[in-house]
């Protein structure tokens, strides 16, 4: 028999647990009587946890194979475009 769902309300904070029958629905949260809606799975959200973790490693991994002096290259002005420093006193 599956596990009941926890779920934290988003105004008050407090957490409340909900049958499992009712994933992918709102249900109001008994304190303060909000309309919370509950998540699929516990299983999901981890899911979704590890593939943002692994994009997040992936792109850090790509970001440092590129060297400093590159990525931290100030990029010229556009062409045709003049910078003027106008100070006012």
Known sequence: ???AITVECGFCHKH??????VHVRNVRCPFCK???K??????AGHEAFEAISDMIATEKA???R???SIRHRVAP???GVQSRI???V
Request: one cysteine or more.
């Open 1 to 3: 028999m599956p596990e």
């Open 16 to 21: 409340f647990r909900c049958p499992p029958e």
């Open 34 to 36: 909000t309309v919370v």
């Open 38 to 43: 509950v998540p699929a799975s516990s299983d």
């Open 62 to 64: 790509d970001r440092d």
């Open 66 to 68: 590129v060297p400093l």
């Open 77 to 79: 002005p556009p062409r």
């Open 86 to 88: 106008v100070v006012i």
